[in-house]
């Protein structure tokens, strides 16, 4: 009995030793160590059937061996880990200085950035500078300082995602970009010629509404400014980035921030037919915001708007469903 232990054991360790990969080992494992009849098992099963004064010496010599090819098989494991990783490197070496032309596809600016660039560069030639704000903001920047008071209906209409969170209690996902005409303000001094892209949070969604979107602000502030300056700077810009027969007309309407305050729509083809599109809410900037951030609103005045960039991107395109810009369907994407 103490000899066949002895063998099994010598020629366990041999296939061990050999085993050229894991699955090789695995089987041996199995032959030796398996539930039903694993060779180890059947000796130490073998024992108590032995004579009494046998039992002891061939018990301990099971034993050992027992513990002899478990350390084999797991050394083995090690070894065949360390070659399967030195071959891995080897094998899935990248060379990232290798030309990827003509191999794979190139990836470009989705279409509400691509829109966002050219808003700075056509802005930037009307001498507007671009000014970069957060999506999270305090109740004071995107509210009380735009004058909404903090019963204000007008907040109703934003109402958002408000943050739980004790340390950032009173903080929004920013409702609009009117944000940044304050943030600007407080640093900068007058005159100001600034337009602001950025992502916006509301609670609608649908067909032309998201929770998530964008929205350009612009505003100007210098001295004896007019809705005339807004509307020439609006319809240059808007010629350059939509269309050179846009037209523009104001109707009445209400945001705490300006007064008065207007809602613009443009004149532009849709399949074939002019339509007047509403485009975005614009204004005079009320008095009490420059008072706000420390301006004196009997030296300076001027005018504020902010455009959806989605929905010009889509009076743009022609796209009739929102959420196709958000969706990562290439399909749509490289259409642009
Ligand atoms: N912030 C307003 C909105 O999101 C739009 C607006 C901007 C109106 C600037 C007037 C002046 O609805």
Same mark, same amino acid.
Request: aromatic letters at 10%.
């Given at each position: 009995?103490?000899?066949?232990?002895?063998?099994? $054991?010598?020629?366990?360790?041999?296939?061990?030793?050999?085993?050229?990969?894991?699955?090789?080992?695995?089987?041996?494992?199995?032959?030796?160590? !398996?539930?039903?009849?694993?060779?180890?098992?059947?000796?130490?099963?073998?024992?108590?059937?032995?004579?009494?004064?046998?039992?002891? =010496?061939?018990?301990?010599? =099971?034993?050992?061996?027992?513990?002899? %090819?478990?350390?084999?098989?797991?050394?083995?494991?090690?070894?065949?880990?360390? $070659?399967?990783?030195?071959?891995?490197?080897?094998?899935?070496?990248?060379?990232?200085?290798?030309?990827?032309?003509?191999?794979?596809?190139?990836?470009?600016?989705?279409?509400?950035?691509?829109?966002?660039? $050219?808003?700075?560069?056509?802005?930037?030639?009307?001498?507007?500078?671009?000014?970069?704000?957060?999506?999270?903001? #305090? #109740?004071?920047?995107?509210?009380?300082?735009?004058?909404?008071?903090?019963?204000?209906?007008?907040?109703?209409?934003?109402?958002?995602?408000?943050?739980?969170?004790?340390?950032?209690?009173?903080?929004?996902?920013?409702?609009?970009?009117?944000?940044?005409? *304050?943030?600007?303000?407080?640093?900068?001094?007058?005159?100001?010629?600034?337009?602001?892209?950025?992502?916006?949070?509301?609670?609608?969604?649908?067909?032309?509404?998201?929770?998530?979107?964008?929205?350009?602000?612009?505003?100007?502030?210098?001295?004896?400014?007019?809705?005339?300056?807004?509307?020439?700077?609006?319809?240059?810009?808007?010629?350059?980035?939509?269309?050179? #027969?846009?037209?523009?007309?104001?109707?009445?309407?209400?945001?705490?921030?300006?007064?008065?305050?207007?809602?613009?729509?443009?004149?532009?083809?849709?399949?074939?037919?002019?339509?007047?599109?509403?485009? !975005?809410?614009?204004?005079? %900037?009320?008095?009490?915001?420059?008072?706000?951030?420390?301006?004196?609103?009997?030296?300076?005045?001027?005018?504020?708007?902010?455009?959806?960039?989605?929905?010009?991107?889509? *009076?743009?395109?022609?796209?009739? /469903?929102?959420?196709?810009?958000?969706?990562? /369907?290439?399909?749509?994407?490289?259409?642009?």
């Amino acid at each position: 009995m103490l000899q066949q232990i002895d063998e099994l $054991e010598k020629s366990a360790l041999k296939k061990i030793s050999s085993a050229e990969n894991e699955e090789i080992l695995k089987a041996i494992e199995l032959e030796y160590f !398996g539930r039903k009849s694993g060779k180890i098992g059947e000796i130490l099963k073998a024992i108590p059937t032995l004579e009494p004064k046998e039992r002891g =010496a061939v018990g301990k010599a =099971a034993n050992i061996a027992k513990k002899n %090819v478990e350390a084999g098989i797991a050394d083995r494991y090690f070894v065949l880990e360390e $070659e399967k990783m030195a071959n891995l490197e080897i094998s899935e070496k990248i060379d990232v200085t290798e030309p990827s032309i003509g191999k794979t596809e190139k990836g470009k600016r989705h279409p509400l950035s691509v829109f966002m660039l $050219e808003c700075e560069h056509v802005f930037g030639k009307l001498g507007f500078e671009v000014a970069e704000g957060f999506e999270i903001e #305090d #109740d004071f920047h995107n509210f009380e300082a735009l004058n909404f008071t903090p019963d204000h209906p007008a907040r109703e209409m934003q109402d958002t995602f408000f943050i739980e969170n004790e340390e950032l209690k009173g903080y929004v996902l920013r409702t609009q970009t009117s944000d940044m005409q *304050i943030r600007f303000m407080e640093e900068n001094k007058p005159p100001y010629r600034i337009i602001s892209p950025g992502k916006v949070y509301r609670k609608d969604s649908d067909a032309t509404h998201s929770p998530m979107f964008h929205q350009i602000e612009c505003l100007m502030i210098d001295k004896n400014i007019s809705l005339a300056n807004l509307r020439f700077i609006l319809l240059t810009a808007l010629r350059e980035l939509i269309s050179p #027969d846009v037209d523009l007309r104001f109707r009445l309407s209400y945001f705490p921030f300006v007064e008065p305050g207007l809602e613009v729509d443009a004149l532009l083809k849709v399949d074939g037919k002019e339509k007047w599109l509403e485009i !975005g809410g614009a204004g005079m %900037v009320h008095p009490n915001v420059l008072k706000n951030v420390n301006v004196d609103p009997d030296i300076w005045n001027g005018f504020a708007f902010g455009f959806g960039i989605e929905r010009m991107v889509m *009076i743009k395109y022609g796209v009739k /469903d929102l959420r196709a810009f958000f969706e990562n /369907d290439l399909r749509f994407l490289k259409q642009f």
